[in-house]
C-alpha cells in the first residue's frame, strides 16, 4: 500500500548485492517507509508504521503513537528475538527486511507503475463499507497508514467530510483535509491530526448512527435520522416544535437547525443523562419521546421559565447564538461589572459566554455560560469585581479568543499539572516544580511548534486544550487488586477514606499516588462499577443531580485551570468531598470553602 508523503527529500536507497555486501549512494526519491533506520528518540510517520507493523506480528500490544520509545524499542528486540536477528532494538534494513517492508522493495513500490496497482487491491468501496467505533486512544497523523486509517476514512465519509469513494489506507491530503472539515465543523481544535479529542467525537457520531436507540421511531425523526448543527427542513422544525413542549427550547420554530437549537438540544442531553454533543441522533429522539416537560426551575441557571424577579431580562434566556437588544444590555451590566471588555455589539459570541462564564463562577451559581433567570437576578445585586480578578485568576476578560492560562514566572498547583502533561508528551525531562521558568517555556515552545500552534511559549487555552488531548494517551487506568462484587455505598466510602494521605501523582492510578480522575476510577472499580478514565469523560458518563438531590457516592466536579471538568471528588455527606488534590493527596475538603464553591460545576451520579 502506498502511503502519501507530502515532501520530497534526500533519502539513502540501498541495494543489497548478491553478495550480501550493503551498497549506499545518494538520490533523490520519494521517501517510503524502510529508507531510514529507526531507533529510540525518533518520532515520525515511520516509527507509527514501524508500530503497527509489529503489533500485525503480535509483538507490540500499544497505543501506536508514532514515538519510538522504551515499549517500541521492546518490542523490536522481540521481534528480531523471534526472526534469529542481532538483538539491538534498532530498525535497521534487516529488521525491515524480515517485516517485509526492506528498503529495495519499498524504493520500487513507490514507482508511478506499481503505486497504482498495489493500493487497488485493498480499497474498500465507502458506500458499501460498515462505519464501525474506533480506538480512541490512538493518534493518527499525516504518513500514517493500515486499518485504524482505512477506518477513519468509512466513518468520515458515511457523514460526508471525506470525499472519496473508496478507502486508500495512507493519511495524505485528503484524509487531512476531512479531518480538519470534521474539526472545524464540530469546533475542535483544527490540526487535521486525528487524536482523542477527533476520534471521541467521530466515535460519538458513528454510535448514533448505528441505530442502538431501542426506539424505532419517533415524532421527531426517525431511528436512522440524525440532525445536527446546518441541518434544515421539516425534521428539524418538528425536532424544535418538540423541544419547546418540554420546554427546552425558546426560539422560532423556522426548521433551521442553528446554534439555539444546538444548544437546547445539550441541555435536553445533559438533563437525559444521554451523550451530550448536541447532535439529535437516534439515542437522542428515543429519550425525546419518552420525556417529560421539565418544570420552570428545574434547570437552574439555564431555564426559559419564569422568575420572581419583575425585571424583564431576568425572564430571557440568553446564549451562544443570541442576539438583540438584550444581549447588548447584558454586555454592557457585565462591562460595568469588570467581566467584559469586548464590543457591545448586541451578539452573544465567545466572548461574551466567557465574560458570562467568569461571573457565574464568581457569583457561585452554576457555570454553563448561559445568562438565564438565575444568572439575571445575581447580576441585579452584584458589585463590580477588582481589576486584578478577583473571581478566580481567569484572564478571560482580556479580551483574547485565545485566552492565557498560564504564562512565564507563574508559581501554583497548575504549572506542575502543566510539565507533569508536558513530561508525558516527550517534551519536558526536568522535575515538576510547579514555577514557570525558562526551562517550561521551552519546554511549551517545542510543543506548539510541533503541533502547529502560535510559538509563543504562553499557554492559552488551544495550547492546553492540545496538551490535554497529546498527553492523556499516556494516561492508565486504575486496575485495583479486587473487586467487591455489588456496589454498596457504605464500603465505596470507607475505601476512600482509607487511602487519605496517598500523595498525588499526576496520570497516577495506584496507591503509589492518584490524580482526582484516576483516584475516582480505582475507588469505584474497587466496589465493581467501571468509570472512564478522566475528569471529563466521568462527567459525561454520569446523569446530573441538583445540589438539593445530591447524596453520599455521588460525584462533585470542579472547572480549575480549563473551562469545563477539570477536577472531581466523591461526595461523603454533610457538604464535604473526598479527593485527589494536587497539593494536598488524598484529603477530604468542602464545597463551601472559597475556592471550590467558586469552582463548583456540577454533581453527577452513576
Request: glycine share 12%; proline share 2%.
Amino acid at each position: 500500500m502506498k502511503v502519501e508523503m507530502s515532501s520530497v527529500r534526500t533519502a539513502v536507497v540501498s541495494t543489497v548485492a548478491a553478495t550480501g555486501v550493503m551498497f549506499a549512494a545518494p538520490a533523490v526519491t520519494e521517501a517510503a517507509f524502510g529508507d531510514q533506520t529507526l531507533r529510540v528518540g525518533m518520532s515520525n510517520s515511520d516509527v507509527s508504521t514501524l508500530q503497527e507493523k509489529l503489533k500485525e506480528k503480535g509483538h507490540y500490544t500499544y497505543t501506536v503513537d508514532g514515538v519510538f520509545g522504551p515499549l517500541t524499542r521492546q518490542a523490536v528486540r522481540d521481534f528480531q528475538r523471534a526472526n534469529n536477528l542481532q538483538v539491538d532494538g534498532i530498525a535497521g534494513p534487516q529488521t525491515f527486511g524480515a517485516l517485509g517492508t526492506s528498503s529495495s522493495s519499498s524504493s520500487n513500490s513507490s514507482s508511478n507503475s506499481s503505486s497504482s496497482s498495489s493500493g487497488s487491491s485493498s480499497q474498500k468501496s465507502i458506500s458499501s463499507a460498515s462505519a464501525a467505533q474506533m480506538n480512541a486512544s490512538q493518534v493518527l497523523r499525516p504518513g500514517s497508514s493500515g486499518s485504524a486509517v482505512e477506518q477513519l476514512q468509512i466513518n468520515l465519509g458515511k457523514i460526508g467530510f471525506y470525499k472519496q469513494s473508496q478507502t486508500t489506507g495512507s493519511y495524505g491530503n485528503s484524509t487531512r483535509d476531512a479531518v480538519r472539515d470534521f474539526q472545524r465543523a464540530r469546533n475542535l481544535s483544527v490540526d487535521g491530526i486525528a487524536g482523542p479529542q477527533t476520534l471521541g467525537q467521530l466515535n460519538r457520531e458513528v454510535n448514533a448512527s448505528s441505530g442502538s436507540s431501542s426506539s424505532g421511531s419517533s415524532s421527531s425523526g426517525s431511528s436512522s435520522t440524525i440532525l445536527r448543527s446546518g441541518s434544515s427542513g421539516e425534521q428539524v422544525r418538528s425536532l424544535q416544535n418538540r423541544l419547546k413542549e418540554l420546554n427546552y427550547f425558546s426560539g422560532s420554530v423556522n426548521g433551521s437547525y442553528n446554534s439555539a437549537t444546538q444548544q437546547a438540544v445539550r441541555d435536553f442531553q445533559r438533563a437525559a443523562g444521554i451523550g451530550v454533543d448536541g447532535i439529535a441522533g437516534p439515542q437522542t429522539f428515543g429519550a425525546l419521546e419518552n420525556a417529560s416537560p421539565r418544570s420552570s426551575g428545574s434547570s437552574g441557571n439555564a431555564s426559559s421559565g419564569s422568575s420572581s424577579s419583575g425585571s424583564s431580562t431576568s425572564t430571557a434566556t440568553l446564549r451562544s447564538g443570541s442576539t438583540g437588544e438584550s444581549v447588548r444590555s447584558l454586555q454592557r451590566t457585565l462591562t460595568d461589572l469588570n467581566y467584559y471588555s469586548g464590543p457591545i455589539s448586541s451578539t452573544f459570541g465567545p466572548q461574551t459566554q466567557q465574560a458570562v462564564r467568569d461571573f457565574q463562577r464568581a457569583a457561585g451559581i452554576g457555570v454553563d455560560g448561559v445568562a438565564g433567570p438565575q444568572t439575571f437576578r445575581a447580576l441585579e445585586n452584584a458589585s463590580p469585581r477588582s481589576s486584578s480578578g478577583s473571581s478566580g485568576g481567569s484572564n478571560a476578560s482580556s479580551g483574547s479568543s485565545s485566552n492565557t492560562v498560564l504564562q512565564h514566572g507563574a508559581r501554583n498547583d497548575n504549572v506542575r499539572e502543566l510539565q507533569d502533561r508536558l513530561k508525558a508528551a516527550g517534551f519536558f525531562s526536568g522535575t515538576s516544580t510547579g514555577y514557570f521558568g525558562d526551562v517550561t517555556k521551552r519546554a511549551v515552545t517545542q510543543f506548539q511548534q510541533r503541533w502547529g500552534l502560535t510559538a509563543d511559549g504562553i499557554v492559552t487555552t488551544s495550547t492546553w486544550n492540545k496538551l490535554e488531548e497529546v498527553s492523556s494517551i499516556h494516561q492508565g487506568n486504575a486496575t485495583p487488586g479486587s473487586s467487591g462484587g455489588g456496589f454498596n455505598v457504605t464500603n465505596l466510602i470507607a475505601d476512600a477514606s482509607a487511602l487519605i494521605g496517598v500523595p498525588y501523582r499526576w496520570g497516577g492510578t495506584t496507591t503509589a499516588g492518584f490524580d482526582c480522575s484516576g483516584f475516582i476510577q480505582y475507588v469505584f472499580k474497587q466496589n465493581g462499577k467501571n468509570l472512564p478514565r478522566t475528569a471529563a469523560q466521568q462527567h459525561a458518563a454520569g446523569s446530573h443531580v441538583s445540589s438539593s438531590n445530591r447524596r453520599v457516592g455521588d460525584i462533585v466536579f470542579f472547572e480549575t485551570y480549563t473551562s469545563g471538568p477539570s477536577h472531581n471528588g466523591i461526595y461523603i455527606g454533610n457538604g464535604q468531598f473526598i479527593h485527589a488534590g494536587s497539593s494536598t493527596g488524598v484529603t477530604i475538603a468542602s464545597l463551601s470553602s472559597s475556592y471550590w464553591s467558586q469552582r463548583y460545576l456540577g454533581t453527577r451520579r452513576h
